[in-house]
């Protein structure tokens, strides 16, 4: 098995684990998008040099993966993927920001990486928070989920179709991979012409493959909405289940949690 089928498979495990029948996974699909939406416009409205004020916001996807049966680790590997693309954000903020806010030692460590730290915790909460909802609810009950919120159909039916074929677009990478592997006889060389042309037969192949696709749809009956999706009945525990959330969000957003549990194990350790 390829890398890329390795990736691949890794991948659809989030569909396995949204099968699991917990008391997270029972929740409306709407609420649980909701709570993450939230959680997500609250992370991104800390300001540029907030760091410490963060921590707490960690709890969210790591009570809703652990309450959910999904592995904490397993969502952040996941969540690394997307490290390199926050940092290339963030990294130039020392040149724009070099007055020096405390030193450790003969380390000064200025506003700008203060505030690059700050944008990568905050990216990564924003990813651990969607992995943990895709974990949990699947990504069929996800785009139910943004329809019954007032999504347009086509668009939540684009989202969902874009899921679902990505694995399709894998397979056939992950073949051409190994088809280019075997002929090359493990010589890793390619130039650019090799790329480029690889890079053409799969847009060929994915055009093709598009078609064959959408004749097989259209055979099936397929009128642009997917049947099946469905995001069950809104109950008690649903509403319960936002009003802590909004509750608790509020709460670290309002206050600085980790200050306040520092100050109070000092004076119960003094």
């Known amino acids: 098995m390829t890398t890329l089928e390795q990736r691949l498979f890794d991948l659809g495990r989030m569909d396995l684990l949204a099968r699991q029948d917990t008391a997270v996974h029972r929740l409306d699909p709407r609420a649980k998008l909701v709570a993450t939406l939230g959680f997500i416009a609250v992370v991104a409205s800390f300001e540029a040099h907030a760091l410490t004020e963060l921590l707490p916001f960690l709890a969210y996807p790591i009570a809703l993966a652990g309450f959910g049966n999904v592995s904490v680790r397993y969502l952040l590997r996941k969540a690394v993927y997307v490290l390199p693309f926050v ?7 020392p040149l724009f920001e070099p007055q020096v806010v405390f ?9 700008g990486w203060i505030s690059c730290a700050s944008l990568v915790a905050r990216g990564l909460l924003a990813v651990l928070g969607a992995l943990a909802l895709l974990a949990v609810t699947g990504m069929g009950n ?17 989202l969902l179709l874009l899921y ?10 992950a073949r051409m991979a190994r088809a280019r592997s075997m002929r090359s006889v493990g ?23 598009a078609e064959r696709i959408h004749l097989a749809m259209r055979c099936r009956g397929f009128d642009g909405q997917v049947r099946g ?12 289940f936002i009003l802590g959330c909004a509750a608790c969000f ?13 100050q109070l194990a000092t004076r119960l350790g003094s």
């Not at 940092?87 to 903020?93: P, V």
């Not at 996800?142 to 684009?158: D, H, I, N, S, Y």
């Open 250 to 262: 509020y709460a670290a957003r309002r206050y600085d949690l980790t200050l306040l549990l520092g």
């Open 164 to 173: 679902r074929y990505l694995f399709v677009l894998a397979h056939d990478v």
């Open 103 to 111: 030193r450790v030692g003969p380390l000064a460590v200025s506003a």
């Open 142 to 158: 996800v785009c139910a989920a943004f329809e019954k919120l007032g999504m347009p159909r086509v668009l939540a039916t684009q």
């Open 187 to 209: 010589n890793a060389g390619m130039g650019l012409s090799v790329y480029g042309s690889v890079l053409g037969h799969l847009l060929l192949r994915t055009l093709d493959r």
């Open 229 to 240: 999706l469905s995001t069950g009945r809104w109950r008690v525990a649903d509403t319960l």
């Open 87 to 93: 940092l290339f954000i963030g990294i130039f903020n």
